[in-house]
């Protein structure tokens, strides 16, 4: 949709954003027959069509407008879709502080957890994983194959006493499926359509479904309420303004975004922004730590291959003398990190021959969230971010767990000291206490009647997998609950206009 004036006055559910959570949760409302606009601020990626013989991806070397596209930050994502573990989902010690509890159980989240492992194609096996939570069906698709040399290192890990499980992938690997398993994978743009991002999984599924309709380049400027209710959005496109009303709105602009059209959203009833009474809009960031290595697999250059297939997860609940829970080390893909604009000549160069003749792998504990940690604003910029909690000693100790572990199967490592926050999460977390939460455990702002965030910002930790699954299963299950709500307001309706003509009826009887 790329008229402005097109649209109609009102919907059901308008969505903000077209991420993992607001494609997923689109695609779940369509399928339920409701009338949805996505408003996305950003527009299509549009690159080359690929050619045979030519390089499949598109690596992204500057991620700052990464979410400013249909499909958000998954175009480029490495589609490692985990489930967290049972014991993220409860109040878990850790070495800098305490893990909080979730408003919600693993089991009740299970069955969406299946769904969307169905709706974007995961490939994956429990198998050497002994942290993979209880699941009541078992993965769609099988595990991704290595390539010969990423088989040579799994196989030397396994026999010198590692135990490595099939990292799950989100991706068309099918019989007939799009994906060729080439080296341009992770945060790479895929050319082929075969990553199953939120735009190829969801968001076309639910644009198909024909009561899904999307608009791009389209900012929206505000939620619009009125007492405890939202009526609709404020949008602007082109320059042009315009308001759209809807039964339910739904903010999935991720993360800093949604915070941000929180506070943005001010009213009489909320004059600090919506959801924000208790000051708890922004705050609660978290996410997870993560440092690099790079094990030598030999003194030649690497050929291209697909690399992002296993990884290592026992040391999640526990690690050889130390009480608290560690993490997990994964497979990444090839990519060219080297060109980074913010390297030096000489550290470009020592970081190809290093990069073009080793596995790239990564280490991630999770980080702790804080009631300062999150972003300040002021005029919708931000103004200061506080990090969270690092697992100092717990990182370190992964490190040297990652460097052991390769070093025992016969490679050498070399382990840069940089540490970076990936998969942030949180800033408008769910939860039961409207003091330290923005959101009830269905999703809704506390104190709104219908008005719902669904992104990355509402969890409240980040446990120490990758977080898209978690966030697409949530999504689902936000949208079995609106359209529940949906049809029991449509009943509640139904009813009162039938008391209502019944009342008619006898009123008029009785008058003549």
Known sequence: ????????????VIVIGSGLGGSTLAYQL???GLQVLVVEQGDYLKQTPWKPNEPVGIYIKNFANETQLVGGPSKFYGAA?????????????????ESPAWPISYADLEPYYCDVEQLYRVHGSPDGDRTEPPRSAAFPYPPLPH?????????????????????????????????ILCPTCDAHYCQLDAKMDSEMAAL????????VKLLTRTECLQVLSKGKKATGVLIQRDGKTQTIKAGIVAICAGLPGSARLLLQSQSALYPKGLGNSSGCVGRYFSGHTTGMIFPLIGLTKMPAMHTKTFSINSFYQ?????????????????????????????????ARLVGERSLYCFYMTEALATRKSGYEFSNGNIIKTTPPLENSETSKRLKK??????????????APSQLSLWHPVGTVRFGHDPDSSVLDPTCKVHGMENLYVMDASVLPSAGAVNTGLTIAALAL???????????????????QTSRTSVLVYNVCSNAF
């Open 1 to 12: 949709m790329n008229d402005i004036s097109s649209l109609r006055d009102s919907y059901d």
């Open 30 to 32: 369509g399928k339920h």
């Open 81 to 97: 879709m985990y489930r967290m573990r049972e014991s993220d989902f409860r109040s878990t010690q850790h070495e800098a502080g």
């Open 147 to 179: 390539a010969p040399r990423v088989s040579a290192v799994v196989e030397r890990l396994r026999n010198s006493g590692t135990c490595v499980s099939a990292m799950p992938r989100a991706i068309d690997y099918r019989a007939g499926g799009k994906c």
């Open 204 to 211: 076309r599924p639910a644009l198909a479904t024909g009561n």
């Open 318 to 350: 526990e690690s050889p003398d130390w009480p608290y829970p560690t993490g997990v080390i994964q497979a990444a893909g090839q990519m060219p990190f080297w060109e980074s604009a913010s390297l030096p000549a000489w550290k470009k160069l020592a």
């Open 401 to 414: 767990l990652a460097i052991k572990t390769f070093n025992r199967a016969g490679y050498h490592v070399v």
């Open 477 to 495: 299950r936000v949208g079995d609950i609106i359209a529940g709500q949906k049809a029991s307001v449509q009943t509640h309706e139904t009813e």
